[in-house]
T-cell receptor, first 115, second 114 residues
Framework: GAGVSQSPRYKVAKRGQDVALRCDPISGHVSLFWYQQALGQGPEFLTYFQNEAQLDKSGLPSDRFFAERPEGSVSTLKIQRTQQEDSAVYLC?????????????FGAGTRLSVL | AQKVTQAQTEISVVEKEDVTLDCVYETRDTTYYLFWYKQPPSGELVFLIRRNSFDEQNEISGRYSWNFQKSTSSFNFTITASQVVDSAVYFCALSGAGDYKLSFGAGTTVTVRA
């Protein structure tokens, strides 16, 4: 597609439920990133993929968070046993490997509300 | 460690006024990149500009201009002749040359009134 696509746009979960958030990067983009944005704050890095390899997951807040990108394209961020503090907007970004490779292009995000 | 500080939480102006957004950063890297992103109410972060640490030339692109000063670790951004459509949250961000992660400031909410 023309831009980064994320689904669903909104997700309401009961505490303890598992959720899966999907990201479709810009076609041909090798790098994919996940960020978490709390209300009124800037995005915080969660994890980074280059193709299907997860090269950095240092930002994942706990082992309840898991991300994958099995075929080097679409990525899924999974949160197990959601808790209220997981409520945030989850942003996905992708970037190319050419001279513009430092520029990350973002999707509109998934707003997760945990009740 | 990278750190970005945007001291201004909110700015409100009347249409056609100029708006300058402040950004101060900290990094130990000698090579790094600075960015400005815009986040309108729709939520999507929109890339505006990128600057690398070796290029302190300040430029103007349409109604946008920026002032990069390594001596004071500042990367300020100006919107000239603001319009209502400029209303959004603006984020300053930093990454090292070999560090793909973006470190964002807390953002500045700009409201342009007609």
């Amino acid at each position: 597609g023309a831009g980064v696509s994320q689904s669903p746009r909104y997700k309401v979960a009961k505490r303890g439920q598992d959720v899966a958030l999907r990201c479709d990067p810009i076609s041909g983009h090798v790098s994919l990133f996940w960020y978490q944005q709390a209300l009124g704050q800037g995005p915080e890095f969660l994890t980074y993929f280059q193709n299907e390899a997860q090269l950095d997951k240092s930002g994942l807040p706990s082992d309840r968070f898991f991300a994958e990108r099995p075929e080097g394209s679409v990525s899924t961020l999974k949160i197990q046993r959601t808790q209220q503090e997981d409520s945030a907007v989850y942003l996905c970004a992708s970037s190319s490997e050419d001279s513009l490779k430092n520029i990350q292009y973002f999707g509109a995000g998934t707003r997760l509300s945990v009740l | 460690a990278q750190k970005v500080t945007q001291a201004q939480t909110e700015i409100s102006v009347v249409e056609k006024e100029d708006v300058t957004l402040d950004c101060v950063y900290e990094t130990r890297d000698t090579t790094y990149y600075l960015f400005w992103y815009k986040q309108p109410p729709s939520g999507e972060l929109v890339f505006l500009i990128r600057r690398n640490s070796f290029d302190e030339q300040n430029e103007i692109s349409g109604r946008y201009s920026w002032n990069f000063q390594k001596s004071t670790s500042s990367f300020n951004f100006t919107i000239t002749a603001s319009q209502v459509v400029d209303s959004a949250v603006y984020f300053c961000a930093l990454s090292g040359a070999g560090d793909y992660k973006l470190s964002f400031g807390a953002g500045t909410t700009v409201t342009v009134r007609a």
